[in-house]
């Protein structure tokens, strides 16, 4: 795998993951808090935390690109999976 494909493999998961991990931790809208911020949504969340949002997507994907790249270098793929190839040999259909 070069360099650039494996920066783009990375970024890729990076923004899939951030939006699984965004929704989390949020616990009140700014209606809730009662200090909506003026042209902003009242809906939107008082305190987004966004440099741990950050940084937790940042190890996650790290995390998730290192099992890519162990089970990219060990060999397996998917036609190791038993269930995804067809029997092989003769096969006769029952007739009726």
């Known amino acids: 795998m ?4 494996g920066m783009a493999i990375y970024f890729m998961l990076w923004w899939i ?6 929704p989390f931790g949020l616990r009140r809208t700014q209606e809730e808090a009662g200090e909506v911020v003026p042209g902003s949504e009242p809906s939107a969340p008082d305190r987004p935390h966004f440099s741990r949002v950050i940084f937790l997507t940042t190890v996650v ?3 998730v ?3 890519y790249l162990g089970l990219r270098s060990s060999g397996y793929g998917l036609d190791d ?7 092989t040999g003769s096969y006769s259909h029952p007739s009726n």
Request: charged residues 0%; without cysteine; hydrophobic residues 70%.
């Open 65 to 67: 690109f290192a099992a």
């Open 2 to 5: 070069s360099i650039a494909f």
């Open 17 to 22: 993951i951030l939006f699984a991990i965004l």
């Open 81 to 87: 999976i038993p269930f995804l190839n067809p029997p």
């Open 61 to 63: 994907t790290t995390v």
